[in-house]
């Protein structure tokens, strides 16, 4: 025992010795779209170069590494502090990454005297050249695995203080860290140097092709001395040949800013909107510091293509074909009850076939499917219902303006969240599946649209219809939808449900109201917009959502007819229009053009019936009616109708 003592004491003598950077803080959970997470390192002395480390981060869901920062060619400032960050902290992070890179908890931050080559996505935890390390957790169980693999015994927790969207977890003296608000390039006690500072500005964010960006290098004081400023402006897309101006300018002693204008090129190329990223590259780190390093600026494009089919708030109908192989769908013909919906299981779910991509992939994945008809620079916003600019994707900056993916099922309430990793491998490489693997339901893209960032946030988890039918103005264009995107989530994996009612937000494995849904998909039904990124998903993941395909097979699975046993189509013949009718307002009667025998049901915008009757002939009274607007479904022997109208 004795020895052991003293070996675990030079250990530790060892790893202080070797402790010539430190993790300093850490903020993991930031208020809405996580822009302000960051981790702040430490060095032993100011200006200290970081060659030979890495920064390496392991997820507690496996405890397994998903991301390494190689640190060679880098150093600490003034203050010995190094910040990793989005482009959106203040002061400008030392290394530049992309919104959202830390997992919330619990979840660890280490430092090792290695490449990042060492530790690739899936490596175990190590304390082989392990300088430092940081387990934490944002109000989460302690992770005793993840502690011990890296030599830790406490796990510090984020929310310790009671606020951990406004917390970070900052070192003290004697090597603790507690919960205080966030100190990003700034001493934890408030001392260090305080440099001047280098803002870049513009009279304007956006600019279209043919105008001129005015830009601003600002100087918090005037300086001593000429300040040659070098920068570039290139960024993904935007190239040198996008734009004409100088990429160098000099702040004259005694003054304190600098301006000039760049032209943009105004092609016939369609690029899409792009980013002008100003980078100054020369900065002298020792005597300033920038505050905004990397500032973006917005470039629309002139120039774009449009599609053939229509959007979902003017849809078109019947000029996108499934792709579907043959019999695709044979196996749940004579089926009915729990049987059909296990044979739709072990066709969408068949491990043999269907891959599981990245949550990174559906970035690439959304694109593709949800791309914009009226402008293929753009996807469609779901509960928004208009086109957003595909570069505006939510990774970095204020989430305003921005775009995000949205699960249909909610990840708390599906129980798969942070399921996949977040980095993108491409269409080919992918994982096995099956209808037990809960996880994948976090990167389905059957079950993820684009969203406004904000419209997204203020959706959380609730469940559709009465608690939540979308923002204010919107025509449920996406009723349909997200209906048959929760039915499939209920068909694709073993634990997913959709149910009556509003279970409590908390219940994991249900999603409300069937109800509703049942009378959003019926009058919301599938249109060209959707069966086209039913095409697209089944190119990447290799299965269908059936109820697009088969819009009546809702109501053999889920609706009135489950028991009845399904032989293919119902001869039911959706109608790829609204019926012709007057007069519009409706004021008394509705008149349709052609006689029907049928039910009417009328429904209002948020799917419940209000209205039904029996129709033999071409007029229905519908004085009793509140003003309005509203949703109709006829159905008769062979056919069906949907539309709307609006009552005076």
Same mark, same amino acid.
């Given at each position: 025992m004795r020895y052991l003592i003293i070996l675990t004491s030079l250990f530790v003598g060892l790893m202080s010795m070797a402790q010539n950077v430190v993790v300093n803080e850490v903020d993991a959970d930031t208020p809405n779209t996580d822009t302000q997470e960051f981790i702040e390192l430490k060095?032993?002395?100011?200006?200290?170069?970081?060659?030979?480390?890495?920064v390496v981060l392991y997820n507690g869901n496996g405890d397994l590494s998903y991301k390494a920062y190689d640190l060679d060619g880098y150093t600490s400032d003034a203050n010995g502090l190094f910040v990793i960050g989005s482009s959106s902290i203040t002061p400008s992070p030392d290394y530049i990454v992309s919104n959202g890179f830390l997992q919330n908890g619990p979840d660890a931050v280490a430092i090792y005297q290695d490449n990042a080559s060492s530790f690739p996505i899936g490596t175990v935890p190590t304390t082989i050249n392990l300088i430092d390390a940081l387990v934490y957790g944002t109000d989460d169980a302690d992770d005793t695995e993840l502690l011990i693999s890296l030599g830790e015994t406490i796990q510090y927790d984020e929310a310790a203080a009671g606020d951990k969207d406004n917390h970070s977890l900052?070192?003290?003296?004697?090597?603790?860290?507690e919960a205080k608000e966030p100190t990003p390039g700034v001493e934890n006690d408030g001392g260090g140097s305080l440099l001047p500072t280098l803002t870049i500005s513009s009279d304007k964010l956006a600019y279209s092709e043919d105008e001129l960006v005015s830009l601003v290098f600002t100087v918090s004081e005037n300086v001593n001395s000429d300040l040659v400023l070098n920068y570039t402006l290139v960024n993904d897309n935007f190239l040198v040949g996008d734009y004409n101006g100088a990429n160098s300018l000099t702040i004259i002693a005694g003054t304190s800013s600098i301006s000039t204008n760049i032209t943009l090129?105004?092609?016939?190329? !369609?690029?899409? %909107?792009?980013?002008?990223? !100003?980078?100054? %590259?020369n900065l002298d780190t020792e005597s300033y510091q920038a505050t905004n390093n990397n500032y973006l600026i917005k470039i629309w494009d002139n120039d774009y293509d449009q599609g053939t089919w229509g959007t979902p708030v003017n849809p078109t109908f019947g000029l996108v074909s499934s792709t579907a192989t043959d019999g695709y769908y044979s196996s749940l013909n004579g089926k009915s009850g729990l049987a059909l919906k296990a044979a739709i299981t072990d066709i969408v779910a068949n491990a043999s076939v269907v891959r599981a991509q990245t949550y990174g992939d559906v970035w690439d994945i959304l694109k593709e499917a949800d791309v914009?008809?009226?402008?293929?620079?753009?996807?469609?916003?779901?509960?928004?219902?208009h086109g957003r600019a595909k570069a505006d994707q939510q990774s970095s900056g204020s989430p305003i303006g921005k775009w995000n993916r949205e699960h249909v099922y909610p990840q708390s309430r599906g129980g798969f969240k942070d399921g996949t990793p977040t980095s993108s491998d491409g269409k080919d490489i992918y994982m096995s599946t099956s209808a037990s693997n809960l996880d994948h339901g976090h990167s389905d893209a059957h079950a993820l649209r684009p969203a406004d960032s904000s419209v997204n946030s203020s959706r959380s988890n609730k469940d559709y219809g009465q608690e939540y039918g979308g923002p204010s103005g919107n025509v449920g264009s996406w009723h349909g939808d997200v209906a048959r995107s929760l039915m499939y989530m209920a068909c694709r994996y073993n634990g997913l449900a959709v149910v009556s009612g509003n279970p409590e937000n908390t219940t994991v494995g249900e999603m409300g109201d069937l109800t509703y849904l049942l009378a959003w998909h019926v009058n919301d039904k599938p249109d060209d917009y959707e069966m086209n990124r039913n095409n697209v998903i089944y190119d990447w993941q290799k299965n269908r959502n059936p109820f697009i395909d088969m819009p009546e097979l809702v109501d053999y699975v889920f609706g009135d007819k489950v028991g009845d046993v399904w032989n293919?189509?119902?001869g039911i013949e959706s109608g790829t229009s609204s019926l012709s009718f007057y007069p519009n307002p409706v004021i008394s009667h509705i008149v349709f053009d052609e006689m029907i025998d049928g039910k009417l049901s009328v429904l209002s915008l948020s799917g419940n019936v209000v209205f039904t009757e029996m129709i033999s002939g071409n007029s229905v009274d519908l004085s009793g009616l509140d003003q309005g607007m509203y949703l109709y479904q006829i159905v008769s022997d062979t056919?069906?109708?949907n539309g709307k109208f609006l009552k005076k």
């Amino acid at each position: 025992m004795r020895y052991l003592i003293i070996l675990t004491s030079l250990f530790v003598g060892l790893m202080s010795m070797a402790q010539n950077v430190v993790v300093n803080e850490v903020d993991a959970d930031t208020p809405n779209t996580d822009t302000q997470e960051f981790i702040e390192l430490k060095t032993v002395s100011a200006n200290m170069v970081l060659d030979g480390y890495v920064v390496v981060l392991y997820n507690g869901n496996g405890d397994l590494s998903y991301k390494a920062y190689d640190l060679d060619g880098y150093t600490s400032d003034a203050n010995g502090l190094f910040v990793i960050g989005s482009s959106s902290i203040t002061p400008s992070p030392d290394y530049i990454v992309s919104n959202g890179f830390l997992q919330n908890g619990p979840d660890a931050v280490a430092i090792y005297q290695d490449n990042a080559s060492s530790f690739p996505i899936g490596t175990v935890p190590t304390t082989i050249n392990l300088i430092d390390a940081l387990v934490y957790g944002t109000d989460d169980a302690d992770d005793t695995e993840l502690l011990i693999s890296l030599g830790e015994t406490i796990q510090y927790d984020e929310a310790a203080a009671g606020d951990k969207d406004n917390h970070s977890l900052q070192r003290l003296a004697n090597g603790t860290y507690e919960a205080k608000e966030p100190t990003p390039g700034v001493e934890n006690d408030g001392g260090g140097s305080l440099l001047p500072t280098l803002t870049i500005s513009s009279d304007k964010l956006a600019y279209s092709e043919d105008e001129l960006v005015s830009l601003v290098f600002t100087v918090s004081e005037n300086v001593n001395s000429d300040l040659v400023l070098n920068y570039t402006l290139v960024n993904d897309n935007f190239l040198v040949g996008d734009y004409n101006g100088a990429n160098s300018l000099t702040i004259i002693a005694g003054t304190s800013s600098i301006s000039t204008n760049i032209t943009l090129v105004d092609d016939d190329l !369609v690029e899409g %909107t792009e980013y002008m990223k !100003v980078d100054v %590259t020369n900065l002298d780190t020792e005597s300033y510091q920038a505050t905004n390093n990397n500032y973006l600026i917005k470039i629309w494009d002139n120039d774009y293509d449009q599609g053939t089919w229509g959007t979902p708030v003017n849809p078109t109908f019947g000029l996108v074909s499934s792709t579907a192989t043959d019999g695709y769908y044979s196996s749940l013909n004579g089926k009915s009850g729990l049987a059909l919906k296990a044979a739709i299981t072990d066709i969408v779910a068949n491990a043999s076939v269907v891959r599981a991509q990245t949550y990174g992939d559906v970035w690439d994945i959304l694109k593709e499917a949800d791309v914009n008809p009226e402008n293929e620079e753009e996807i469609w916003l779901l509960y928004s219902e208009h086109g957003r600019a595909k570069a505006d994707q939510q990774s970095s900056g204020s989430p305003i303006g921005k775009w995000n993916r949205e699960h249909v099922y909610p990840q708390s309430r599906g129980g798969f969240k942070d399921g996949t990793p977040t980095s993108s491998d491409g269409k080919d490489i992918y994982m096995s599946t099956s209808a037990s693997n809960l996880d994948h339901g976090h990167s389905d893209a059957h079950a993820l649209r684009p969203a406004d960032s904000s419209v997204n946030s203020s959706r959380s988890n609730k469940d559709y219809g009465q608690e939540y039918g979308g923002p204010s103005g919107n025509v449920g264009s996406w009723h349909g939808d997200v209906a048959r995107s929760l039915m499939y989530m209920a068909c694709r994996y073993n634990g997913l449900a959709v149910v009556s009612g509003n279970p409590e937000n908390t219940t994991v494995g249900e999603m409300g109201d069937l109800t509703y849904l049942l009378a959003w998909h019926v009058n919301d039904k599938p249109d060209d917009y959707e069966m086209n990124r039913n095409n697209v998903i089944y190119d990447w993941q290799k299965n269908r959502n059936p109820f697009i395909d088969m819009p009546e097979l809702v109501d053999y699975v889920f609706g009135d007819k489950v028991g009845d046993v399904w032989n293919g189509s119902t001869g039911i013949e959706s109608g790829t229009s609204s019926l012709s009718f007057y007069p519009n307002p409706v004021i008394s009667h509705i008149v349709f053009d052609e006689m029907i025998d049928g039910k009417l049901s009328v429904l209002s915008l948020s799917g419940n019936v209000v209205f039904t009757e029996m129709i033999s002939g071409n007029s229905v009274d519908l004085s009793g009616l509140d003003q309005g607007m509203y949703l109709y479904q006829i159905v008769s022997d062979t056919k069906q109708y949907n539309g709307k109208f609006l009552k005076k």
